[in-house]
């Protein structure tokens, strides 16, 4: 197709006639007249909507204005000048170069680049020679640059990037079906923020070149996974245009598009803008039901928990035969679940019984139902008739809820007083057990139950196994407790006691020797990054220095060059990864001076004088505080989250308002949550109140995650457990896992500080 049928601009009218004064007296005009003229009208109003839904996927006239990836705007920082106190020349060049860049100098950092000669970092300095051609809308001498830079060695990383900026090139010079190979290549790999963008780039090229049935496969592949999105909404200008054409069958605005992107806006959270969409489809919808129920679980998402439950009850009302019925039952239940006071509680249980009682033919609900219900006695203390529903499960539910359950029966038993029917329960979850904390976990509680049923040997060997192989997690510290306390005792000595299994070898911990880059640069992957981090090229280095890492997972000091520095620049879980990678068996099972080299990047330990300040004359440890910090913010002051909270403890302003109130404090600003002292007198603040309230650990952990009102359920009725079942009892997965972490962090503060 030409670019006329998605630019037409009409030619400007020229009016042929000769000088209006030569007419006397105007007459009408005949009706013909009058319909032509209207057609006329009727037709330039169609070509200005048409123009006005191209410009909107229409590429900017300045490349400038183009969505690029990360790489094509790397950051230039003060390198370390004591690792690195004589950068090379080439790779100076280059910063140079991208310095030039940076500041929108592109004809002089062309004439940078040109001078800039390395072997080592060819691939880049031709990338950005590329970058700058294409910011001059020189697309050919792009092109040629980006082509150039891929055959080079060392462009692993950047092709691509070279593939997207190919992709743009070829279609600013109109060629858009060899854009459009670059396009469909990109999209092939995973993962990226610019996906939405390159769908509908490639949707423009296929319907340019012809090829409108992937043209609209790839625009209902944008409009239906990233609906939020600025492309999405270009996509569905594109895909309207083609549809009144005849071009492609997919109308953009047909009800069943509509709902695809209602439910994937609920599903990625976006509460906003699927309660927008849903508020329009009401107006215009065959099914309002199904809206509403839509509208409903938005409500939800956007923590508007009674509107939510008031609209779901609309749904069951008005079609309580509908199959939508079960499904608007379980989400207000869940809307329940979110209070602490008993009439909710009871109409949440209800509204799951009814599920249970309607028997639907779709068993997805009936298992999710089943499942809630059982969470929902669990924290309630009933323990028998939780086991019940999971008997059910087990025999009825897929596998990975199957599993869940499984190991859930068997910390029942554990509550319930019945040790044995537990080792039974807990002997048959073991071999499903995949990965190191459910492997731990169930050797724990397996040792408990076969002490509590008193084969004492058989318990502390699964503990003692537990102890030696994840001596450095929650289960681990807790198995170890449990053996001194046998040991204490007097009923045995763990010195004989033989591990259930094996004990994996003496693991690969790292030096202080691994640390020094200069060392590391041993592979073409890593000189480059030696290279780049030489001239402060962070954020070109550290990828390079995670792919050497990633090639090479035994070397230790590629491991510590890339943990360091992504330590160095604050991005906390890339520097876990290659360390984990690497001395995975030493993290799991190393004593402290095997871990004392990374100690500082995996357990930082700051502001400890504010913290014992503000915690004096309390029962609260301080390392408390600061594996609350290490999980919140990881120590980063300027940590904002999407909810907005701010700082080292991750203070909500409206929270910081309350505590300003029982401070006394009238010069309370947001802006002072930033201040490291600020933040910890605060936080520790709230922290201390809700102690105060539970006098004890896990509880207040509890309230600092899920809030008061959920705490004081699972205190009430699960408080009288052994801290390790309340733990394991705790519904909600994200506060579970916090309250862990934290007291698995605790301890290793306390073994490495």
Known sequence: MNNFQYFPFPKSYQDTRGPSSQYKQKRPLPQWRVIILSLVVLAFVFQGEQTALAASFNLPQSPSAVYLPSSTRPTITSPDTQQFPDPPKQAQHLQQGIELYNNGHYQNALVQFSTANSDTLKAYILYFRGLSEFKLARF??????????????????????????????????????AALAQYQSWLTGSGSSLRAFVLLRAAVCASRSGQYKRASHLIETCLKTYPWTGSASAAKNLGELLYKQGKIRLNPHSEAIRHAMLRRLIDKGRGREALQLADRLLKTTNDPNRILYYKGKALYRLRKTQQSIATLKRVVEEAPQSGLTPWALYHQAKGYWRYGNPDDEANMEAALRRVLALNPSDTQVI?????????????????????????????????????????????????????????????????????????????????KALIQSHTVQRGASHLKYAALTWANTYYGYESARLLAQLRDNGQIDPHTVTPVHTVPGTPRCPDEASFDPGIAATTPASNRAYFLESVGLYSLALPEWEAASRANPKNSSLACQSARLATRMNKHMDAARPLWRTFGGCLFRGSPQSLMPIRSILYPQKYVSDIIANVQGTNIDPTIISSLIRQESYFNSSAVSGAGAIGLMQVMPETGKTIASWLHDSTFQRKKLFDPAFNLRYGITYFKRRYQRYNAIIPTLCSYNAGFKKADVWNTNLGHLDEDLFIAFIPYTETRNYVRRILNNAAMYRRLW
């Not at 050919?140 to 997207?164: C, V, Y």
């Open 367 to 447: 298992h999710a139902s089943r499942k809630l219900l059982m969470l929902f006695l669990i924290e309630h203390a009933r323990f028998n008739e939780a086991l019940e529903q999971a008997d059910i499960l087990v025999k009825t539910a897929g596998p990975q809820t199957s599993k869940e359950v499984k190991w859930l029966g068997g910390l029942l038993h554990l509550a319930l007083g019945h040790p044995k029917q537990a080792a039974i329960r807990l002997t048959n979850f073991l071999p499903l057990a995949s990965n190191a904390e459910e492997q731990s976990a169930a050797h724990f509680f397996l040792g």
């Open 140 to 177: 050919q001498g792009a092109l040629d640059s980006f082509n150039d830079a891929t055959a080079s060695p060392g462009s692993e990383l950047l092709r691509r990037d070279i593939q997207l900026l190919c992709g743009l090139c070829l279609e600013y010079l109109g060629r858009e079906k």
